[in-house]
């Protein structure tokens, strides 16, 4: 099982030296992934509809392609993780070209979780629609892959059309995608579409949900061993915690897991990444993490 950690935008103030000191420290430390949230926009909750999801205008985000393309220069063995990109509020045809640009400046090491997410705000702002969404990004996947294998591509959906038009120069490889979230739907929709699935544990119980997750494959006749299985291991608060989960994890199968360092009260990329290396080595102690 590979190891990583979630990149912790909303403690750091948007400081781009803690992007580079945590990226560093990332490869350092000997995590397999660093992994990268995502909006675009924040906004206040005082109005209606109110945003469900937990983040406003206080809370600062960087734009993980990005980002990520900065990382790509200054690491040369971790991988990138859109843990998620909402893809929906996106052109789709500009993703596809900035995720082969990523993919091939990065040497094969991006990975793109997508999502629908929560903030109908943010959408409005992209000018896209929230209420198609979840149709949309299933649409955006199938049109991705092509644009990624296809020399010249047409493409005539109920969201996008392409008539004759290439991405030059396409990446070396089709970039996986794989989905995120936590509700029923999230993974019928990943069972059918994705590469792999972003567990996020503490909203759901994601060991509860992996049998349901390996029904839904075998209902759409996928190869389960092949499929992707990634824990955000939100609610494992101290190192004992994250190696208890991280074993748990992959008892049951997991494939990847994630490291959260927000809400232990740090307020510098220091001590981030202090806390992210004591969990590397309660984790290499156990035989999680190499040593």
């Not at 990226?23 to 209606?48: K, Q």
Request: glycine share 10%.
């Amino acid at each position: 099982m590979k190891i990583g950690i979630i990149y912790p935008q909303t403690e750091l103030g948007g400081d781009p030296a803690a992007v580079r000191a945590i990226g560093l420290a990332t490869e350092e430390i000997g995590y397999d992934h660093l992994l990268v949230y995502d909006h675009v926009l924040g906004s206040p909750h005082d109005r209606e509809p109110k945003p469900s999801g937990p983040y406003t205008d206080k809370d600062p985000f960087h734009d993980p392609l990005v980002m990520f393309a900065y990382l790509a220069a200054i690491t040369r063995r971790i991988e990138l993780v859109a843990g998620v990109l909402i893809l929906p509020q996106r052109q789709t045809a500009l993703v596809a070209r900035q995720a082969a640009d990523l993919d091939l400046l990065s040497g094969e090491r991006f990975r793109m979780g997508v999502g629908i997410g929560w903030n109908h705000v943010e959408y409005e702002a992209l000018g896209q629609d929230f209420t198609t969404r979840g149709r949309r990004v299933g649409e955006q996947v199938e049109l991705l892959r092509k644009f990624w294998n296809e020399p010249l591509v047409s493409f005539a959906g109920q969201f996008d059309q392409v008539d004759r038009a290439a991405l030059n120069p396409r990446p070396k490889r089709t970039i996986p995608i794989w989905m995120g979230g936590f509700a029923d739907i999230a993974l019928r929709r990943a069972a059918r579409l994705a590469d792999g699935f972003i567990f996020a544990d503490g909203i759901a119980d994601s060991v509860a949900q992996m049998p349901l997750l390996r029904e839904y494959l075998k209902a759409e006749s996928r190869d389960a061993s092949s499929f992707g299985l990634h824990c955000n291991m939100l609610f494992a608060k101290d190192p004992a915690a994250v190696v208890e989960r991280a074993r748990q994890w992959q008892d049951v199968g997991g494939t990847h897991a994630s490291v959260v360092t927000m809400g232990l009260g740090f307020t510098t990329a220091g001590e981030h990444i202090a806390y992210a290396r004591q969990v590397a080595e309660a984790l290499a102690r156990a035989g999680l993490l190499p040593a």
